[in-house]
């Protein structure tokens, strides 16, 4: 069935490294949604991309959606602690009739960044 | 700017009890949501709302759940008989758009003893 995987499950760095979470999913993508939750925190939107291709960027993070809206990346440039928490891509599955379907999370990167 | 607020924050019931988790959602949405996340684990979807009737629902949202609009402004889930597996952090959101980023509450964590 449709799914989502993402990948890594845990990544730590360094502060002032790099960060790279990839979403992948089996079927084409209408659009995916990017969150971040702090620890102890509630998921928290960031972005979505609708586009093939699509590359938005926001301060230090750049979001891409790949050419076939087969997968999707968040990357994070020189990481501070602020940046401590986990990331989810989500999208919607299942769509059918009038419903917009379930905004499925993927599994989640938790990144830690040691100062 | 505009929340999506749950209360309580936290809690705590037996086993057998029923609870109701509240949730007002941002005033000018139109789509409301349940969603829980088990210490650690993904954030899993419940249901979906729109129109005053559940547009969605996963295999989780079983007959021992149910969600209401009683007013213009609350939005709530209840779970007739809490199991202990029914121990989680319970999560509002809503959106304005049924494709749309969602806005999420600050979540109750409820433990089933």
């Known amino acids: 069935g449709q799914q989502v995987m993402q990948i890594p499950q845990y990544q730590h760095v360094q502060e002032g490294e790099d960060f790279t979470t990839y979403c992948n999913s089996s079927t084409t993508l209408s659009n995916i949604q990017w969150y971040k939750q702090r620890p102890g925190g509630h998921p928290v939107f960031l972005i979505q991309?609708?586009?093939?291709?699509e590359v938005k960027k926001q301060k230090r993070l750049t979001f891409q959606f790949g050419e076939a809206k087969k997968n999707s990346s968040l990357h994070i440039t020189a990481t501070q602690t602020t940046d401590v928490g986990t990331y989810f891509c989500a999208v919607f599955l299942n769509a059918g009739g009038t419903s917009y379907g379930k905004l499925t999370f993927g599994q989640g990167t938790i990144l830690t960044v040691h100062p | 700017e505009p929340e999506v607020t749950q209360t309580p924050s936290h809690q705590v019931t037996q086993m057998g009890q029923e609870v109701i988790l509240r949730c007002v959602p941002i005033s000018n949405h139109l789509y409301f949501y349940w969603y829980r996340q088990i210490l650690g684990q993904k954030v899993e979807f419940l249901v979906s709302f729109y129109n005053n009737e559940i547009s969605e629902k996963s295999e989780i949202f079983d007959d021992q759940f149910s969600v209401e609009r009683p007013d213009g402004s609350n939005f709530t889930l209840k779970i007739r008989s809490t199991k202990l597996e029914d121990s989680a952090m319970y999560f509002c959101?809503?959106?304005?758009?049924?494709?749309?980023?969602?806005?999420f509450g600050s979540g109750t964590r409820l433990t089933v003893v």
């Open positions: 991309l609708v586009k093939s291709g």
């Open positions: 959101a809503s959106s304005i758009r049924g494709r749309g980023g969602y806005t």
